[in-house]
């Protein structure tokens, strides 16, 4: 449907000035509503289209998202392991509409191989519930929680809280360590949330690529994020993230 995974990284680079490539680990037959098919790419071809663009291009920044498998991640992992980008791991287990992207056996390997080797990584609460085996409902478990993903992965992390129950704010926990950052915007109901998690990490990973910070990265992916909603459009059945707001420009 364009709105989210691969398609909307792309476009959320256009938006953000920088040249975006591409490796696809699977394709989905999927809109707002919903996931009705998944096709797993070979892990062969997978490292093809990894190695065709970092043998090629310049490459500054690199964010993973759909990996689904045990194999497409130890093979991901084994190849971006031992380089020098800056490294956006956005853990994609379950699409917003409830539709598993992450084999069970693969959790494991994210846990282990991907995300130790990140810059950052992006986990929003049901993702940080299942890597930590602890349930994260307020705004105070968030911070806990926050700290606990830091100090299991040993990586820095952005707790994304816009599934936060009975919130008027979309509240985000940034920690690496040492600075806890807490991110705040307005929680704007009547939208679809359909890809906001890819666009979030694209926004930030395009940041890192222009050689900003981590918190600047984030701060202005967050505010990016932001206005991507509220100047959502009505396509097809419901509102749709806007990729190109105009206040951004």
């Known amino acids: 449907g364009g709105g989210a995974g691969i398609q909307a990284d792309l476009k959320t680079f256009l938006t953000h000035s920088v040249f975006g490539t591409s490796a696809i680990t699977c394709i989905t037959a999927q809109n707002p509503s919903g996931v009705t098919g998944i096709l797993e ?12 663009v970092t043998d090629y291009f310049p490459v500054a920044a690199i964010k993973t998202g759909m990996l689904f498998s045990n194999e497409i991640i130890e093979i991901v992992s084994t190849i971006l392991k031992n ?30 191989k991907l995300i130790p080797i990140s810059t950052l990584f992006t986990p929003n609460l049901d993702e940080a519930s299942i890597l930590i085996n602890q349930k994260i409902s307020t705004e105070g478990q ?13 990586v820095p992390v952005l707790l994304k809280g816009g599934h936060l129950m009975n919130s008027d704010y979309a509240i985000d926990i940034f920690y690496d360590g040492k600075t806890l950052y807490p991110l705040s915007s307005k929680f704007l109901k009547e939208f679809n949330p359909h890809g906001t998690g890819c666009t979030y990490s694209a926004a930030i990973t395009s940041n890192l ?13 967050k505010y990016y994020i932001f206005e991507a909603i509220s100047q959502s459009y009505t396509i097809g059945k419901t509102t749709t993230l806007n990729h190109n707001p105009i206040t951004i420009k």
């Open 209 to 221: 690529a222009k050689g900003l910070n981590l918190i600047e990265s984030i701060s202005l992916a």
């Open 83 to 112: 380089k020098s980008y800056k490294l956006v791991v956005d853990p994609v287990m379950v699409a917003t509409s409830g539709a598993k992207l992450l084999k069970d056996d693969a959790i494991d390997s994210i846990k282990k």
């Open 41 to 52: 790419i070979s892990t062969e071809l997978v490292e093809k289209q990894i190695l065709a």
């Open 142 to 154: 968030m911070q806990d929680g926050a700290r606990k993903l830091f100090d299991t992965f040993g």
